[in-house]
Nanobody, 114 residues
Framework: QVKLVESGGGLVQPGGSLRLSCKASESIFMFTVMAWYRQTPGNQRDMVASITGGGTRNYVDFVKGRFTISRDSDENTLYLQMNDLSPEDTAVYYC????????WGQGTQVTVSS
């Protein structure tokens, strides 16, 4: 199974920014889709942004205009740039990749608070 290693989470003030990174153990060209999900306690894990192997991007409505998903094939890394963060964005964020089977990262905590 591919290994996905996430980093970049932390504590930020409202209106601040973070960039999450997801380093894959193999070429990201092997994946048909990669995505970022988030989950709060007691709730399901929901997709916030995705990118297909062909470069098509998709965002959930409440992050459009604030979050940007991107990838660096040379570094085998998926990114999520998060701007204008609000307390409602507080969650554990997970990296996701699919080739033959789905694969998840371990999750990274994002906390938005004054």
């Amino acid at each position: 199974q591919v290994k996905l290693v996430e980093s970049g989470g932390g504590l930020v003030q409202p209106g601040g920014s973070l960039r999450l990174s997801c380093k894959a153990s193999e070429s990201i060209f092997m994946f048909t889709v990669m995505a970022w999900y988030r989950q709060t306690p007691g709730n399901q894990r929901d997709m916030v942004a995705s990118i297909t192997g062909g470069g098509t991007r998709n965002y959930v409505d409440f992050v459009k205009g604030r979050f940007t998903i991107s990838r660096d094939s040379d570094e085998n890394t998926l990114y999520l740039q998060m701007n204008d963060l609000s307390p409602e964005d507080t969650a554990v964020y997970y990296c996701y990749a699919h080739r033959h089977v789905p694969q998840w990262g371990q999750g990274t905590q994002v906390t938005v608070s004054s």
